[in-house]
């Protein structure tokens, strides 16, 4: 029964292959981690239900692969998304400096003019990384985009991404439908990413 559901959000795991995009999505939704995790073929898609200032939303997450040979099967995915995470390895800067392309196809592909961007800077819980936080955060900075660090093997920042992003969303008016009638009250202003967050930076 979805009788408690607010919504149902569409949000996108796009980046380059090897980021981790697939151990983020299995970390968040079953609280798993699999170190032979394998490349994603094509587009895999995961739900959740997920529970935000007091109103249940369902998310329809959908993990699309980042090698070249399959790009031609993802812009019809970007279609009614409410929300994208962009992932980056914190330890290649290859991968960073990518999120330019990413970007760039998803405000190509993407239907909704306002759909809320994020940007998560995965692994940090490798010893050498390549990409400063600063760094990585002035690019979001600039983007208008939310930023946050994240490592699937360990756990951190993962929930915070996905909450802060859902929070992000209902709160944007014309962005997602309500189905509950006009006495939901959307908002808190006592809301904040759980410990877990490592490095949160809000819309500028």
């Known amino acids: 029964m979805d009788d408690d559901i607010l919504t149902t959000l569409k949000i ?6 090897g980021v981790g995009k697939s151990s983020l999505l299995l970390r968040f939704t079953e609280d798993n981690f699999d170190p032979e995790q394998t490349l994603t073929i094509g587009v895999d898609f995961k739900t959740k239900r997920l529970t935000i200032d007091g109103n249940t939303v369902k998310l329809a997450i959908w993990d699309t692969a980042g090698q070249e040979r399959f790009r031609t099967l993802t812009p019809s995915y970007y279609r009614d998304a409410q929300g994208a995470i962009l992932v980056f390895d914190v330890s290649s ?3 960073f400096s990518k999120l330019e392309t990413w970007l760039n196809e998803l405000e190509t592909y993407s239907t909704k003019s306002n759909i809320i961007k994020m940007i998560v800077g995965n692994k940090i819980d490798v010893e050498k990384r390549e990409v400063s936080r600063e760094e990585a955060m002035k690019f979001a900075r600039r983007h208008q985009m939310l ?4 490592s699937a093997k360990t756990k951190d920042g993962v929930n915070s991404a996905f909450e802060e992003l859902v929070h992000k969303i209902i709160q944007t008016p014309g962005l997602w439908d309500s189905y509950a009638g006009d006495n939901i009250h959307i908002g ?15 819309l500028v």
């Open 93 to 95: 800067y290859a991968t």
């Open 147 to 150: 930023y946050i660090e994240a």
């Open 12 to 17: 996108l795991i796009i980046g380059e292959s």
């Open 188 to 202: 808190n202003k006592d809301h904040t990413p759980q410990s877990g967050c490592a490095g949160y930076c809000s």
